[in-house]
């Protein structure tokens, strides 16, 4: 089936600095991914849909300052936190269903575990 | 709202014993239901969808409207589907999923 990629899989940061996680759709193009939140023995929280070429759409209660969606290409979504604190430490997961597919499944990546120190 | 609830964060049962992971949902229109499956140290993958009425490592589940519930079953359960399982909606097309908390289903030999 198939694939997306996430990188990194796992990244520590310090407090302040800024990390930026790729999501990649390696052989199927995505006009729209989906972040996804997961914190620990809870379920994927719904965080922003970003659309290539576009603004993202961010849920309610997400800030958009912080957390930076660009999706700059048919194949490659980024989410950048930025000034990370602690508290955004959890597994961040992308997902993308192909675009040119009707009734296709969504695709998940990896995941990216991000702690920040 | 659209919601999932998945009542149960743990279940366990003994190796072919039958299985049902309860999933309610609630969305105002036609939703899409679905399952994922999370292996240990594996990404979340599509396990079941209610549109293709298909049985999938010996599981299904049966879309009811009048109770808005998608219960995932198997009727003999193997120590191999010991892993985490996501019921999921959507509202169709390119629309996001929208998951339950998810059951943890252990089988135990």
């Known amino acids: 089936g198939a694939v997306v990629s996430q990188h990194p899989s796992w990244v520590i940061c310090k407090s302040g600095t800024s990390v930026k996680i790729e999501c990649r759709s390696l052989?199927?193009?995505?006009?729209?991914m989906f972040w996804y939140r997961q914190f620990p023995k809870q379920s994927l929280m719904l965080m922003a849909t970003?659309?290539?070429?576009?603004?993202?759409?961010?849920e309610q209660g997400v800030e958009k300052d912080k957390f930076l969606i660009n999706h700059a290409s048919l194949t490659l979504s980024t989410l950048t936190v930025t000034s990370a604190h602690p508290e955004d430490s959890s597994f961040y997961i992308c997902?993308?269903?192909?675009?040119?597919?009707?009734?296709?499944?969504?695709?998940f990546g990896q995941g990216t575990r991000l702690t920040v120190v | 709202a659209q919601r999932v609830t998945q009542p149960e964060k743990l279940l366990s049962v003994f190796k072919g014993a039958p299985v049902e992971l309860k999933c309610n949902y609630s969305?105002?229109?036609?939703?899409?239901l679905f399952w994922y499956v999370q292996y240990s140290r594996q990404r979340l993958q599509l396990l079941l969808r209610?549109?293709s009425r298909e049985s999938i490592k010996g599981f299904t589940a049966d879309l009811n409207k009048g109770e808005t519930s998608f219960h995932l079953k198997k009727p003999f359960a193997q120590e191999e589907d010991s892993a985490m399982y996501y019921c999921?909606?959507?509202?169709?097309?390119?629309?996001?999923?929208?998951f339950g908390k998810g059951t943890r289903l252990s089988v135990i030999a």
């Open positions: 970003s659309n290539e070429g576009s603004k993202a759409t961010y």
């Open positions: 209610h549109i």
């Open positions: 969305y105002s229109g036609s939703p899409e």
């Open positions: 997902s993308a269903r192909d675009s040119g597919a009707l009734n296709t499944e969504a695709f």
């Open positions: 052989d199927f193009q995505a006009t729209t």
């Open positions: 999921a909606l959507s509202g169709g097309g390119n629309t996001p999923l929208v």
